[in-house]
């Protein structure tokens, strides 16, 4: 008998991340090259393994939308400790 491995689901996969995010938070790395670093990782990831180029950005771009709609339904006020310029990162330029 052979065992596949189940993907864990969505709100599981999303805490895991979440930890990680704190701990990189808790080590000094800014919010802004966290998500700048987040979204590269997995639009690159996409890119790579998706037969069609366009799903990973329309399916990056749905979760940005699917985040900003919980955001403003929540009422969410920004952490000010975390808070810092929203610009990109200096050493943004990733090969």
Known sequence: MTTTKRE???DVLAG???EHVQSLLDK???PSSVSFVLAFVATEMG???APNQHEPIRLVLGAILNASSQHAENGDEP????SDDLERPAAATIH
């Open 16 to 18: 895991i991340i979440r």
């Open 8 to 10: 864990p689901d969505l």
């Open 79 to 82: 952490d000010p400790e975390l």
């Open 28 to 30: 000094g790395h800014s």
């Open 47 to 49: 890119l790579e393994l």
